[in-house]
């Protein structure tokens, strides 16, 4: 099973503070958009906090807080006819007619994430204005802060995200006594209910059974709260409990009044009926009060202090386990606010300080939004505030879930990975009834789409979806990546074990779907590659075809990771045969007449050259088959595909982007790309708005908000720093010219190796290479170098120098450049 890597982190990932440039986003003004809120969260509570003096907004969120319930079994009986219709369609190369028969191969959309609530609290100044306002957010403790003085008097009020605590606090104090007097209210957008228990002021609400995607306009009623037919809604409960030193507490169901009080505490606990993927949250559901009033309880008889040095040593368990310093000798710019530091780095100037400041905040963020069962980060962490979030801020598997996840294990937070472990192993039990009742086919499929509760089939409402995004048929052989992966950086067998029949299920299904074509070659059809089109015949568009480079990349790299899977457990040798005589059939790789990777079955024009999908590049990153390394032709094909698609995009793509020029060794160009995705982003300003970037509080602009592109900003800073999915440790692979110095430390190779790397002049200084569990290591360097303690000298290979040499478990290991 999978388990919390606490111990084992205990030699692993030691929790030290190495000296780094400030940490903190911070603002003269408050938020006024929802985009630059501050956002905290201990995995499963999230707030954004907008720092207003007077009316405070503290909008709120609960992991597991969804439409909907648990998936319906055989939603489209019909679906297999269309298969043979579909494929015979393709054979004839009627490429419309294969289209238009896709549909009919779909379900139901996926649910949605919701918003819990807002808390908001209301300070009488009368006409006074607020001076020496400030605000900010240390990511490097997790607390935001925010100030200012009225009347003489300095305010302050201090939030955070408890883990241990399983709740949101918040202090309000003033440098007076007696000067607090304030309302405390709650809000849902969600129906609810207000009631006062033990005077706490509690807020009862319920999910709706249904919400359509955002997307979705032809439906009257887009948001349904009773079903009868099948499962309601599930339940929430939002509770808030003051603690108050002097003054006066009344608490009524219009909210909390609290009066000439000099210290305020504000104890914020919420939890939902959830009770699984396959249980309905309505009648099968948890009783949300009792779980909510943990959160009360455990925190009760704490002084504040108690409660934020209890947050603070759990948050920086993880959080001090990586550090990444550039350019010291730079003018430091920390003094300057994040929205103003953006808008100067997006008009062309240097600041490797919120450069380094943007990688840590992808692990501030995943830290705050990903220590859920079954509810990984989704397309927005834990922090939404519409009803109909932009894509459901569901799990999107054709990219964005996984795109998440990518800086888990290289940014030393493992243990994180447990709640997309969770959604994976319940979407091989829904995948599996998709598989059978919609191709009879064996194995496990997942589609484009899932959410809480596991969806598996192709979305679309029996038909009104689009088969560009709805039909494509490889996110459960995508997500047995992360498994694999997941074993590949901890060595742990055991895990291994447990998840190799979900890889082989993934197998399975691919080698039910695969077809072969006339040259007796293996391929996928019908086929997509995600929402991309192109045009054939006469500028006539394309969707559905035959063996996309995608659908073959992950299934080339599904079959390679399971056939090693098996070996290294010396298991299932008849099965793996069978694996590897399948393998040998699959479509190879095309290089099209522009010199680029093909990204269809034919060299099809690109109705959009500058697609901000580069699927096809899959077997690039995340993938390994094509590298330079091991196949230079290949990479060049596909070093002409990043520059076909150019150097803009939504912010995603561009984070992917940096992954790939990262992996095609081309450090200057990854940095382009990184620059461009701290671009200033403003939806309320057209002189930085409809562009690729961040917003004012780092959040990455698709736009809209999507917080992949965090996630994979941060892993493409580790690829340019170093590599490992060639099983050896490349230092400094893709250094890119303006990171002249620096130093990242803590970060994690494959084969369960921690690295600290130092360099100076863009240059090799030196490296400290710790071995967690023993075993054989490669380094690979520039220029020549040596191993303290290792007799062997480096070798020149084709791309620098490489030693390898046996590793102790616990034991470090010095690289130094050769003298």
């Given at each position: 099973?999978?388990?919390?890597y606490?111990?084992?982190?205990?030699?692993?990932?030691f929790?030290?503070?190495?000296?780094?440039?400030?940490?903190?986003?911070?603002?003269?003004?408050?938020?006024?958009?929802?985009?630059?809120?501050?956002?905290?969260?201990?995995?499963?509570?999230?707030?954004m906090?907008?720092?207003?003096?007077g009316?405070?907004?503290?909008?709120l969120?609960?992991?597991?807080?969804?439409?909907?319930?648990?998936v319906?079994?055989?939603?489209?009986?019909?679906a297999?006819?269309?298969l043979a219709?579909?494929r015979?369609?393709?054979?004839?190369?009627?490429y419309?007619?294969?289209?238009?028969l896709?549909?009919?191969?779909?379900?139901?959309?996926?649910?949605?994430y919701?918003?819990?609530?807002?808390?908001?609290?209301k300070?009488?100044?009368?006409?006074?204005?607020?001076?020496?306002?400030?605000?900010?957010?240390n990511?490097?403790n997790?607390?935001?802060?925010?100030?200012f003085?009225?009347?003489?008097?300095k305010?302050?009020?201090?939030?955070?995200a408890s883990a241990?605590?399983?709740?949101?606090?918040?202090?309000?104090?003033?440098?007076k006594?007696?000067?607090?007097?304030?309302a405390v209210?709650?809000?849902?957008?969600?129906?609810f209910k207000?009631?006062?228990?033990?005077?706490?002021l509690?807020?009862?609400?319920?999910?709706p059974?249904h919400a359509?995607?955002?997307?979705?306009k032809?439906?009257?009623?887009?948001?349904i709260?009773e079903?009868?037919?099948?499962?309601?809604?599930?339940?929430?409960?939002?509770?808030?409990?003051?603690?108050?030193?002097d003054?006066?507490v009344?608490?009524?169901?219009?909210g909390?009044?609290?009066?000439?009080?000099?210290?305020?505490?504000?104890i914020?606990?919420?939890?939902?009926?959830f009770?699984g993927?396959?249980?309905?949250?309505?009648?099968?559901?948890?009783?949300?009060?009792q779980?909510?009033?943990?959160?009360?309880?455990?925190n009760?008889?704490?002084n504040?202090?108690d409660l934020?040095?209890?947050?603070?040593?759990?948050f920086q368990h993880?959080f001090?386990?990586v550090s990444?310093s550039?350019?010291?000798?730079?003018?430091?710019k920390?003094?300057?606010?994040?929205d103003k530091?953006?808008?100067?780095?997006?008009?062309?100037q240097?600041d490797p300080?919120?450069e380094?400041?943007?990688?840590?905040?992808?692990?501030y963020?995943?830290?705050?939004?990903?220590?859920?069962k079954d509810?990984?980060a989704n397309?927005?962490g834990?922090w939404n505030n519409?009803l109909?979030?932009?894509?459901?801020?569901?799990?999107?598997?054709?990219?964005n879930?996984?795109?998440?996840?990518?800086?888990?294990?290289?940014?030393?937070?493992?243990e994180?990975?447990?709640?997309?472990?969770?959604?994976?192993?319940?979407?091989?039990v829904?995948?599996a009834?998709?598989a059978?009742?919609?191709y009879h086919?064996?194995?496990w499929?997942?589609?484009?789409?899932?959410?809480i509760?596991?969806?598996?089939?192709?979305?679309?409402?029996?038909g009104?979806?689009?088969?560009?995004?709805?039909n494509?048929?490889?996110?459960?052989?995508?997500?047995?990546r992360?498994?694999?992966?997941?074993?590949?950086?901890t060595?742990?067998?055991?895990y291994?074990?447990e998840?190799?029949?979900?890889?082989k299920?993934a197998?399975?299904?691919?080698?039910?779907?695969?077809?072969?074509?006339?040259?007796?070659?293996?391929?996928t059809?019908p086929?997509?590659?995600?929402?991309?089109?192109f045009?054939?015949?006469?500028?006539?568009?394309?969707i559905?075809s035959?063996?996309?480079?995608?659908?073959?990349?992950?299934i080339?790299?599904?079959?390679a990771n399971?056939?090693?899977?098996?070996?290294?457990?010396?298991?299932?040798?008849d099965?793996?045969?069978?694996?590897?005589?399948?393998?040998?059939?699959?479509?190879?790789?095309?290089i099209?007449?522009?010199?680029?990777?093909?990204?269809?079955?034919?060299d099809?024009?690109d109705?959009?050259?500058?697609?901000?999908?580069?699927?096809?590049?899959?077997?690039?990153?995340?993938?390994?088959?094509?590298?330079?390394?091991?196949t230079?032709e290949?990479?060049?094909?596909?070093?002409k595909?990043?520059?076909?698609r150019?150097?803009d995009?939504?912010?995603w793509?561009?984070?992917?982007?940096v992954?790939m020029?990262?992996?095609?060794?081309?450090?200057?160009?990854?940095y382009?790309?990184?620059?461009?995705?701290l671009?200033l982003?403003?939806d309320?300003?057209?002189?930085?708005?409809?562009?690729g970037?961040?917003?004012?509080?780092l959040?990455?602009?698709?736009?809209?908000?999507?917080?992949?592109?965090?996630?994979?900003g941060?892993?493409?800073?580790?690829?340019?720093?170093?590599?490992s999915q060639n099983?050896?440790?490349?230092?400094?692979p893709?250094?890119?010219d303006?990171w002249k110095?620096?130093a990242?430390?803590g970060?994690?190779a494959?084969?369960?190796f921690?690295v600290?790397?130092?360099?100076?002049?863009?240059?090799l200084t030196?490296?400290?290479?710790?071995?967690?569990?023993?075993?054989?290591?490669?380094?690979?360097?520039?220029?020549?170098?040596s191993?303290?303690?290792v007799?062997?000298?480096?070798?020149?290979t084709a791309?620098?120098y490489?030693?390898?040499?046996?590793?102790m478990?616990?034991?470090t290991?010095?690289?130094l450049?050769?003298?």
């Amino acid at each position: 099973m999978l388990k919390i890597y606490s111990s084992f982190f205990l030699f692993f990932c030691f929790s030290v503070v190495y000296s780094q440039q400030e940490l903190k986003l911070h603002y003269d003004k408050p938020a006024v958009e929802w985009t630059e809120a501050l956002p905290v969260g201990n995995g499963r509570l999230g707030a954004m906090v907008f720092g207003r003096a007077g009316e405070e907004l503290i909008q709120l969120n609960e992991a597991t807080l969804w439409s909907g319930g648990p998936v319906s079994k055989n939603i489209n009986p019909s679906a297999f006819e269309s298969l043979a219709l579909t494929r015979a369609a393709l054979e004839a190369g009627d490429y419309k007619k294969a289209y238009e028969l896709t549909k009919n191969m779909q379900g139901l959309y996926s649910e949605s994430y919701l918003p819990l609530g807002d808390l908001s609290l209301k300070q009488e100044f009368g006409n006074s204005t607020p001076t020496q306002y400030y605000r900010d957010l240390n990511i490097a403790n997790g607390v935001a802060t925010t100030s200012f003085v009225v009347n003489g008097i300095k305010y302050k009020r201090e939030i955070f995200a408890s883990a241990p605590g399983e709740a949101i606090v918040v202090r309000l104090s003033a440098d007076k006594p007696k000067a607090l007097s304030l309302a405390v209210g709650t809000n849902s957008q969600l129906p609810f209910k207000n009631s006062v228990q033990q005077n706490m002021l509690v807020l009862k609400g319920k999910a709706p059974s249904h919400a359509d995607p955002n997307y979705v306009k032809y439906n009257p009623e887009p948001i349904i709260y009773e079903d009868a037919a099948g499962c309601r809604g599930m339940r929430f409960e939002l509770i808030v409990k003051p603690i108050v030193k002097d003054g006066t507490v009344t608490t009524t169901e219009k909210g909390i009044v609290i009066k000439d009080a000099t210290d305020v505490v504000l104890i914020i606990s919420a939890a939902t009926s959830f009770n699984g993927f396959d249980k309905c949250p309505d009648s099968e559901g948890k009783d949300e009060h009792q779980l909510a009033l943990v959160g009360i309880q455990k925190n009760d008889g704490k002084n504040f202090d108690d409660l934020l040095k209890e947050h603070t040593k759990d948050f920086q368990h993880f959080f001090n386990r990586v550090s990444l310093s550039l350019n010291k000798g730079d003018i430091d710019k920390s003094s300057i606010t994040t929205d103003k530091r953006l808008e100067e780095y997006t008009a062309g100037q240097k600041d490797p300080q919120l450069e380094a400041l943007f990688f840590q905040y992808g692990r501030y963020l995943l830290i705050s939004s990903s220590r859920t069962k079954d509810a990984p980060a989704n397309l927005q962490g834990i922090w939404n505030n519409k009803l109909r979030a932009p894509w459901s801020s569901n799990y999107t598997t054709n990219i964005n879930v996984q795109m998440n996840y990518w800086p888990v294990e290289t940014a030393n937070l493992s243990e994180l990975f447990f709640p997309l472990d969770g959604l994976i192993k319940n979407l091989a039990v829904t995948g599996a009834e998709t598989a059978k009742s919609f191709y009879h086919a064996k194995g496990w499929v997942v589609h484009h789409n899932s959410d809480i509760w596991a969806t598996s089939n192709p979305v679309g409402e029996l038909g009104k979806g689009d088969p560009k995004w709805a039909n494509w048929y490889m996110g459960a052989n995508w997500l047995s990546r992360h498994l694999w992966e997941h074993y590949q950086y901890t060595g742990d067998k055991e895990y291994l074990k447990e998840i190799y029949p979900i890889l082989k299920g993934a197998v399975e299904f691919s080698l039910d779907w695969l077809q072969q074509d006339k040259e007796g070659r293996l391929v996928t059809m019908p086929s997509t590659s995600p929402e991309n089109d192109f045009y054939y015949g006469d500028k006539q568009k394309g969707i559905v075809s035959v063996a996309t480079t995608m659908d073959m990349g992950i299934i080339k790299d599904l079959f390679a990771n399971t056939i090693q899977a098996s070996e290294i457990l010396n298991t299932d040798a008849d099965f793996r045969q069978t694996l590897q005589k399948a393998n040998e059939k699959l479509f190879p790789f095309q290089i099209g007449s522009k010199g680029q990777l093909q990204e269809w079955y034919k060299d099809f024009e690109d109705v959009d050259p500058h697609h901000r999908h580069t699927s096809h590049l899959y077997a690039l990153h995340p993938a390994n088959i094509i590298s330079p390394l091991k196949t230079p032709e290949l990479a060049n094909a596909a070093r002409k595909t990043l520059e076909l698609r150019g150097d803009d995009g939504t912010g995603w793509s561009l984070a992917w982007k940096v992954n790939m020029w990262a992996r095609l060794l081309d450090g200057n160009h990854a940095y382009t790309l990184f620059r461009n995705q701290l671009r200033l982003t403003k939806d309320n300003d057209p002189a930085f708005k409809g562009h690729g970037g961040a917003y004012p509080n780092l959040f990455d602009a698709h736009p809209p908000f999507q917080i992949d592109g965090n996630f994979a900003g941060t892993a493409g800073v580790i690829e340019m720093l170093m590599q490992s999915q060639n099983n050896e440790i490349h230092l400094l692979p893709a250094l890119p010219d303006a990171w002249k110095e620096g130093a990242i430390k803590g970060i994690v190779a494959k084969g369960n190796f921690t690295v600290d790397i130092e360099w100076n002049g863009n240059k090799l200084t030196q490296a400290v290479i710790t071995s967690n569990i023993g075993g054989t290591c490669t380094v690979r360097n520039a220029q020549p170098f040596s191993v303290k303690g290792v007799k062997a000298k480096s070798k020149k290979t084709a791309i620098g120098y490489t030693i390898t040499f046996e590793t102790m478990k616990g034991k470090t290991y010095k690289v130094l450049p050769a003298k």
